[in-house]
Each structure stands twice: as structure tokens, then as C-alpha cells.
């Protein structure tokens, strides 16, 4: 046993924890830049399979986003937020191939729809918790599934293709080229995260942490708990569509899967694989999944087999998540 | 009137089919607080293992015995040997367990894809129920009405254990207050394995019993237990005699949107589990109100 750990057991004093909070919050900013810079370079730096998996680690990232606000922002675990993302490119979908609207229109038609949707759905939801939150949840996207199945306007189990990406040909530019459409991918996924920054460190982000610690105290202290609830749903909902948008525009295409359970399931994965108590967790648990799921893919054919392994091995060994394990690696340190 | 009547009976099949499963999920929710979203996984087994057996014996009957056992057995050895310790070392918190079972659901499907393939297979209906039955002016399959006299056969079974036996006693003793029972000196680890064990060994044998009717594929568990979770939960989780009521009014629901309303067969237990949400969040037939 060395000298170092001896020390590093003996509880921190007020200064050195305030000490030890400033380098944190360094170390979180020049990581931050650094992804960011990385981000912005990647075209450059490889391949353009490289670019390939980013566009969907920021994709999972926005979906995932949206779960945390739920599950680790509010701590309600839904196992339905495949329904909004689903929603999200179906609504697009519907919008432009159906209706012949223009994309610009669609997208926020698509939000304003989901969000009035997710607000009633949501009034519903919250009046449960714990599991049986997370089964209504799930049988509020089977009711979708089974809609978009079965609908003539969604074109049943065989999808709707032909969804358009944006039009950027106003500066010069082709959203078909995977280079733009990252930046652009990049771009929104930029917004939506400091968006969700800032909701959780909102004084309704702080409401919604004291519901996550005890909902009887929250209600206790005046707060309208079921309202708070309800607006938590909706902008996670909103977030889910987004992802949903982008994903059906990276395919140019969208079917019934991505409203299945599983989706929902592997949301919730990256958000645990992450960390479900902090605003990077998210994109870090999309980053490792799809990472993971690509270097299964090479190795084996079963990925469903995998998958429910790593779920499993995940849940029981870092419930926490890795940017919990690498603070507390940190923390050890100094 | 005669297509009317055919659809109640399959309508009581579907549902002793679906109680098989819901029968088990709501004990172990009731005893054990865990939501066990792997309990599709033990259908699926327990069809497989029919499969693996009737097609090698060539005897269903032999497969109807053999396939609820490697449930039952899988049952036993998950909840003493992963979720108990888990739930041991601080993962009480039920939602942890119902992620890790969600896990076991989809690692199963896979792991059964890879032994099997994707392919459907079938057991073929026994000789001795192969034909129709005349039942009220109606003629109707042998094999489905054995079905519901299965279902019928478990839940005045299930009744009995859980109204007049010592056993029985105990289960709903451990629902009610689970520290007390263990101050009292059962051996709760022991009965939480029992129990786990014998929910899995009803789904393992809904599995077997569904294989003549069903095709049997490595997904069919993740398809039917969702229709579970709403039986369980429009009867109210861990009410034994709900889940009976509820599996009724899913499967007859369920006859009856197949046959009538076919455009809305894929959602209308969904929106029938969500006006009971609306109404009585806490199900149906739930009498006594549980504390957040």
C-alpha cells in the first residue's frame, strides 16, 4: 500500500473539495474543447467511414439526450422513447412525401405535433411510476408500432423512403455529400446538447432533480410535480423526434423498427453506458454503443445475442456509467 | 351468432395462453418487486425445448412434461445466483433488475437464433387432439379447447396453492410484508427461487403449448410478453386473481378486434391498457393501494 493512497482515502477538507471542483470543471472544458475540435476536424483527420459513425454517435447522442432528461434528469425510466423518434421521421416523412410541404415547414410542424402529442401522452404516463411507468411507456410505442404497421399512410411495415435532406444549395452547399450532412448533424447536435445543458441547470432542471430524490418532497415544498413531470416528457420527446428527423434524413428513409422496443431498449443503454447524472453521459454512451455494436458487427452476425449481453453486463457492473467511473478515477487521483 | 360463438372460445384461448405467462410475471412482481421483462425469454425456451424433444421422441406429451423443465430450472438459478445477489449488493431498486432482465430477453432470443437459426418451426397437434369437437352448434378444434382447459386446469390450481395451503399462506404473507415473514423464519431466498422458478416452468409450459397452434421462432417471446405486461398490469401487478380477470378481457379483446376490426388488432389492448391507466392507474381489480 503506498503513501499516496493512504492519503487519497482520507475525506477531502471544504477547501480542497472546492479545489478539487475547479479542476474538474478544467479538466470538463479542455476535454469538451478537445472532442469539439475533434469533431470539427474529423473530415479532414480520416476516412469517410470515420465520418460515417460520428454522424450516428451524434444521432444516438440527441436520442439519448432526450432519455436522460427522463431517466437520469427526472428519473423516470421509459422504455418508449423509440415512438418519438419514430414519430420524428414518419412525421417528416408525412410531410414532405404526403403532403408535399417543404422540408423547413415539416420539421417544425413535426416538433410542434410531437410535443402536443407528447404532452397528452405524457399526462398520462406520469401518473404512474417506477415500472409501471416503464410498462405504459412501452405499450404507448407497441400502440404506435402497431399504427405505423398498420396505416396505409405510413406505408406499412415497408416504410417510407424518399425523405429529403436539407436544402443547402442557398450557400453553395449538397446535403447528399456525408461531409456536410455531418456539419450538419454536427450543428444540431451542438444546439441540442447545450440546450439540454441548460435545462438541467434551470431552476425547472433543479425541480426536476429534487422529484428524481423524492417526489413526496418536491410535492411537499409547493411544486406542481405532475406539471414538472409532464414538461420533462415533452422536451425529451422533442429531443427524441429531432434525433428521429435526422436519422430518417441520414437514411433518406424510415420504417416501423425504429419505433420498436429494442430501440427504446438501446437508448436506454447509451444513457446508462454513459452515466445517466450528467449532460456528456449521453454522447459518450452513444460514442461506446455504436463503437461497440460496429466492432460486433465485424466479428459476429448474432448481434441481437450480444447486445442483450452487453445490456446485462452493463446494468449489473457500471450502473453508473463510465464518465461516473472516470470522475472517480479523477477524484482518487488528486 | 356461430362466428360470434367460435370467437369467444378463441378469445378464451388466447387469454389462458396469455394468463400461463401473466400468472407467473404477477407473482414474482408481488413477492419479489422485480419485473421480470426476461419472462418472454422462458416462453420461448419452453417451445424450443418442445420442439427439440417432440421432434426426437416424436411424443408431445413426452415434450409437454420435458419443456417447462429447463425453465423452471433457469428460473431457480437466475434468481438465486444473479438478481438475489444483485439485489443484495444495494441493486434493490427493482428498475436496475427490470433492465438487467430486459438484457436476458433479447440475449436469449439471439442466443436461440444462433443455436437454431431464424427459421419457424412447429410441433405437430397430437393425434389424440387433432380433430374437432361439436359444441354448441359449432365445430371446433379438439387441441384449443384443451388449451383452455389447461389454463382453466392452473388457475384453480394457482387458487388453491395460494388460498389453502401453508405454502400459499406464506406467498401472500411475503406480498403483504416481506420483512415480517423473514423475522418469522421462512427462508425467503429459498421461496423467492421457488416461486421464480415455477412462474418461469407456467411460461416454459405456455411455450410448449403454444408450439401446435403458433410457429415457433426465436422472437415469439419478445412478441407475446408485451401483451403479458398489459394483462399484468390492467389487473394490477402482483394481484394473482387480476391477472385472471385481465387476461379474459386481452384476449377477448384481442378475438375480438382480429375478427371484427382487423385494422385496429395491432393497438386496441394498447388503448384498452390506456384507458385503464386514465381511470385506475393502479389497475383494475387492485384493492389494496400501494405507498410510493
Known amino acids: ?334 | 351468432m356461430q362466428v360470434f360463438l367460435t370467437q369467444v372460445l378463441n378469445g378464451l384461448q388466447l387469454s389462458m395462453l396469455v394468463y400461463l405467462l401473466a400468472a407467473g410475471l404477477t407473482l414474482i412482481f408481488g413477492l419479489m418487486n422485480i419485473l421480470n421483462l426476461a419472462h418472454g425469454a422462458f416462453f420461448t425456451l419452453g417451445a424450443y425445448c418442445g420442439v427439440v424433444v417432440g421432434s426426437s421422441t416424436g411424443s408431445f406429451w413426452l415434450a409437454l412434461l420435458v419443456g417447462p423443465l429447463l425453465p423452471l430450472l433457469l428460473g431457480i438459478a437466475l434468481q438465486s445466483m444473479v438478481l438475489q445477489p444483485l439485489a443484495e449488493r444495494g441493486r434493490s431498486t427493482h428498475l436496475d433488475l427490470a433492465l438487467l432482465t430486459f438484457g436476458l430477453l433479447f440475449a436469449t432470443a439471439g442466443a436461440v437464433e444462433w443455436l437454431f437459426g431464424s427459421a419457424f418451426l412447429s410441433i405437430p397437434t397430437p393425434m389424440a387432439l387433432s380433430g374437432h369437437l361439436d359444441l354448441l352448434g359449432i365445430s371446433y378444434p379438439a387441441y384449443r379447447l384443451f388449451i383452455i382447459g389447461i389454463g382453466l386446469a392452473v388457475a384453480a390450481a394457482l387458487t388453491f396453492v395460494f388460498d389453502r395451503t401453508l405454502l400459499g399462506a406464506t406467498l401472500r404473507a411475503g406480498v403483504d410484508n416481506r420483512a415480517m415473514v423473514t423475522a418469522l423464519g421462512v427462508n425467503i431466498n429459498a421461496l423467492f427461487a421457488i416461486v421464480f422458478g415455477l412462474g418461469a416452468a407456467l411460461a416454459g409450459l405456455a411455450g410448449v403449448i403454444a408450439a401446435p397452434l403458433t410457429s415457433v421462432y426465436s422472437q415469439m417471446g419478445i412478441t407475446i410478453v408485451v401483451e403479458t405486461f398489459v394483462v399484468v398490469v390492467v389487473g394490477g401487478l402482483g394481484n394473482l386473481r387480476g391477472s385472471f380477470y385481465a387476461s379474459l378481457i386481452v384476449g377477448m379483446t384481442n378475438a375480438m378486434s382480429q375478427a371484427y376490426l382487423p385494422e385496429v388488432e395491432m393497438f386496441a389492448i394498447y388503448a384498452l391498457l390506456i384507458g385503464v391507466m386514465i381511470v385506475r392507474p393502479q389497475g383494475l381489480f387492485r384493492s389494496v393501494e400501494r405507498v410510493a
Open chain 1, 1 to 334: 500500500m503506498s503513501e499516496e493512497a493512504t492519503i487519497a482515502r482520507t475525506p477531502p477538507t471544504a477547501r480542497e473539495t472546492v479545489a478539487l471542483a475547479a479542476q474538474v470543471q478544467r479538466t470538463t472544458c479542455v476535454l469538451a474543447a478537445a472532442v469539439l475540435l475533434g469533431a470539427l476536424a474529423l473530415p479532414w483527420l480520416s476516412a469517410s467511414y470515420a465520418t460515417t459513425l460520428a454522424i450516428e454517435i451524434m444521432i444516438g447522442g440527441i436520442f439519448a439526450s432526450g432519455i436522460n432528461l427522463l431517466l437520469g434528469g427526472t428519473g423516470l425510466v421509459s422504455l418508449g422513447q423509440g415512438m418519438f423518434l419514430g414519430l420524428g421521421g414518419y412525421g417528416i416523412g408525412i410531410g414532405t412525401t404526403v403532403l408535399g410541404l417543404p422540408l423547413w415547414l415539416s420539421v417544425p410542424a413535426t416538433l410542434l405535433v410531437v410535443a402536443i402529442l407528447a404532452a397528452g401522452i405524457g399526462a398520462v404516463c406520469t401518473r404512474t411510476r417506477g415500472v409501471e411507468f416503464l410498462l405504459i411507456t412501452l405499450a404507448f410505442s407497441q400502440m404506435f408500432f402497431g399504427a405505423a404497421i398498420k396505416l396505409r399512410l405510413t406505408n406499412g411495415s415497408d416504410g417510407m423512403s424518399g425523405i429529403p435532406r436539407p436544402d443547402l444549395t442557398f450557400v453553395g452547399l449538397n446535403s447528399d455529400n456525408p461531409v456536410v450532412f455531418y456539419y450538419y448533424v454536427l450543428i444540431v447536435t451542438i444546439f441540442a446538447v447545450a440546450a439540454m445543458r441548460r435545462i438541467i441547470s434551470s431552476p425547472f432542471g433543479s425541480v426536476l432533480a429534487a422529484i428524481r430524490e423524492s417526489e413526496r418532497r418536491a410535492a411537499a415544498m409547493g411544486y406542481a410535480v405532475g406539471r414538472y413531470k409532464i414538461g420533462a416528457f415533452v422536451i425529451a420527446a422533442i429531443a427524441c423526434a429531432a434525433a428521429g428527423v435526422l436519422q430518417a434524413q441520414y437514411t433518406y428513409f424510415i420504417n416501423p423498427d425504429s419505433m420498436s422496443w429494442q430501440l427504446s431498449g438501446e437508448g436506454v443503454l447509451m444513457v446508462i453506458i454513459g452515466g445517466a447524472t450528467t449532460v456528456a453521459g449521453p454522447l459518450v454512451g452513444a460514442a461506446v454503443f455504436v463503437l461497440a455494436k460496429q466492432g460486433l458487427s465485424i466479428v459476429t452476425t448474432e448481434y441481437m445475442m450480444f447486445f442483450g449481453i452487453f445490456f446485462m453486463l452493463v446494468v449489473a457492473l457500471f450502473r453508473n456509467g463510465l464518465v461516473e467511473a472516470l470522475k472517480a478515477a479523477l477524484w482518487s487521483k488528486s
